[in-house]
């Protein structure tokens, strides 16, 4: 802390308290109170020194500076919603950018059955625009007014998806879970399936491993075409296949949206 000290000595009050209210949160407890100790000891005035920074912050930006108080009618509701995975992604790229917003939880019914909630990102009104440009760089539209990860975001998780790290009972790999696919996404899953079942020999050459889910894939077909009754390894049957072929052309992108909700489904 004593380095702190020395460094923080040779800073103007301007600079003092600039980096105590803007950039505190990157300071452990010990380092933010050797702050506010030389702040206390050059007699500075922290009351006008708020007052001064909030009305700078209104002139140059129009976002209210930090510890200001702002209420929740001055925020207003990003366009679309994010699933429970995908607004984890969503909120580092706002916190990182410093816009202010807070989250909730969305309690608008989805129109078709799923098996994730969704969330509602509500921004500052003032910097609704910068927001949207920073979101829309890692999203796009996706069905039923949610937002969705850019394709690149979303195969890019799935290739680091790890299915050691997945484990649960044997109670729960039989628990049948009330999910439906969409036509379109029920044809491109039979369609890699089947490929699987025909290639996984070169597959497992190729990539040097065995394909988990093999045993799995006939009657996940079965399934797809209409018998139902999906399971937690019907899942991980279906990730493992648009992990192996999320870079064949026989990949159709639909299936971003159901890979992100699946993984959603087991990193939650």
């Known amino acids: 802390m004593e380095n ?20 505190r949160g990157d300071y452990i407890e010990e380092a933010q109170k050797v702050l506010e100790e030389e702040i206390i000891r050059r007699n500075i005035d922290i009351k006008a020194a708020e007052a001064d920074l909030l009305k700078q912050a209104a002139k140059t930006t129009g976002v209210p500076a930090p510890g200001a108080k702002v209420s929740r009618e001055e925020f207003t509701p990003l366009e679309r919603v994010f ?24 309690d608008e019914p989805k129109q078709s059955d799923g098996f994730e909630e969704s969330f509602k990102i509500f921004v500052y009104k003032n910097a609704f625009t910068q927001a949207v440009e920073l979101i829309e760089e890692h999203f796009s539209a996706g069905p039923e007014s949610m937002y969705i990860l850019r394709q690149s975001d979303i195969i890019d998780r799935l290739k680091s998806f790890n299915f050691y790290d997945i484990t649960f009972s044997d109670a729960a790999a039989q628990e049948k879970l009330d999910v439906s696919f969409s036509d379109e996404e ?55 296949l648009c992990q192996i072929y999320c870079e064949d052309k026989r990949y159709d992108p639909v299936l971003n949206q159901t890979v992100s909700a699946i993984l959603s489904f087991f990193l939650e």
């Open 83 to 106: 699933s429970k995975i995908d607004v984890l992604t969503a909120n580092a790229v706002l916190r990182d950018s410093k816009v202010p917003y807070y989250i909730e939880e969305n």
């Open 186 to 240: 029920n044809k491109t899953l039979i369609t890699l399936a089947q490929a699987l079942l025909d290639e996984a020999g070169n597959v497992e050459e190729e990539r040097q491993r065995v394909v988990f889910f093999y045993d799995s894939l006939e009657q996940l077909i079965e399934k797809l075409k209409g018998r139902g009754g999906f399971t937690r390894t019907d899942f991980l049957a279906i990730l493992e």
């Open 4 to 23: 702190l000290r020395d460094v923080i000595a040779d800073y103007s009050n301007e600079q003092l308290l600039d980096e105590y209210y803007k950039r």
